[in-house]
């Protein structure tokens, strides 16, 4: 079973892209734009206390009327995150998403962040572990 800390490993790309709390949706906006991502996890010096996605741009930002140049991430972020460690399996990350239906975990350890996983990367892994299995089961039935 593969963990966290294997699924962060072997991803080709593992930055964190963070902004501030009093950072404003533009800003954050502009990043993501940049860096061509869909999520940012919003920092407290270095404690994580919210993530800032384009889902939650439309709907609490857009839908409500606010100006993504004057409205602070604070305004607009998801608070009261599910968060995973380096230890757990992307089982566990599969069951925290499906269960609490979210599409982003970040990963801690310590107060430190060490990365995110999206259920893309989640999705990703659990199908080429099946392949895995899948090929060692012919090649022991066959005997090749």
Do not use: W
Not at 31 to 49: S, T
């Amino acid at each position: 079973m593969l963990s966290v800390h294997q699924l962060l490993a072997g991803k080709s790309r593992n930055e964190i892209y963070a902004v501030r709390p009093d950072q404003t949706v533009i800003e954050a906006l502009e990043l993501m734009a940049a860096q061509n991502i869909g999520v940012v996890m919003v920092l407290d010096d270095e404690r994580l206390v919210g993530i800032f996605s384009e889902r939650d741009y439309a709907r609490k930002g857009i839908v409500q009327g606010r100006k993504a140049k004057s409205t602070p991430i604070a305004e607009v972020m998801t608070s009261g995150l599910y968060v995973v460690t380096p230890k757990q399996s992307i089982q566990d990350c599969m069951k925290i998403m499906s269960e609490k239906h979210i599409r982003h975990l970040p990963v801690v350890e310590d107060e430190k962040v060490l990365g995110i996983l999206s259920i893309t990367d989640i999705v990703s892994a659990i199908m080429r572990e099946q392949e895995n299995r899948i090929q060692s089961l012919e090649q022991y039935i066959t005997g090749y």
